[in-house]
């Protein structure tokens, strides 16, 4: 048997050691504070239908992941500048597209117009995209879409809660919101005989993960994508 000499024995613990390092490095990802698919309790816990899904599947793939919760709009330009390698729970638009690649649905979610129970509205009349003052929380895909169907937005606060505050004061005739969260505002504000809904379209949700990251390591989203169907919480 040959013989190992001292520096080569220090070089191959030191390798090991780096490769041990790479294979423990935590995918970055970045969402916001939306019951019911993601929240952060003040005691540092994380839940929510969403966040759920994707430690079930980063647990499945054996990779640790660390999640971080930002403002929405901050999320996304973390991601596109590289400094984070995805954000959730996104749905699917052309800008998006551009700095990253959309998975597999982690969480279901409708799009649906929100009006006070005693407006008569048609939010898909040219008469009421002309003449109504809508709202989106900022940073939304709803809101992007919003304004590329020439809308007269006037309401983009940070959350759902908020848009709903607006909307029973008579400040928007309507808002376009996500289903799930926009439920979980009204069940707390106790407005459910105040309010009533119509479907724009359904709007799945998923992680957007970074080209940047994804160029890392190009098998890393079909493994993920497969582990998402067992993982899906039922709602």
Known sequence: MPEI??????????????????????VRLLTQQQLPYS??????????????????AMGKLQRPVEIKFVPWKRAQNLVELGEADGFFSASQNSERDRYATLSQVIAPQQWRWYFRTDSTAKPLSEEFRQSATVGAYFGSNMLTWLKASGYR????????????????AGRVAAVLASDLAMNEAIHTAHAEYKIRSELQEDK????????????????????????????????
């Open 5 to 26: 000499s001292l520096t080569n024995l220090k070089l191959g613990i030191f390798c090991l050691f780096c490769m041990l390092q790479v294979q423990a490095a935590p």
């Open 39 to 56: 929240a952060q309790q003040k005691d540092g816990h994380q839940s929510g239908i969403a966040l759920e899904a994707v430690r079930c």
């Open 153 to 168: 937005i006037y309401a983009t606060p940070p959350g759902h809660d908020q848009l709903l505050k607006m909307l029973l």
């Open 204 to 235: 799945p949700l998923g992680v957007y993960f970074g080209h940047r990251f994804l160029k890392e390591e190009p098998e890393f989203l079909t493994r993920f994508n497969a582990e998402l169907p067992a993982c899906r919480v039922k709602v």
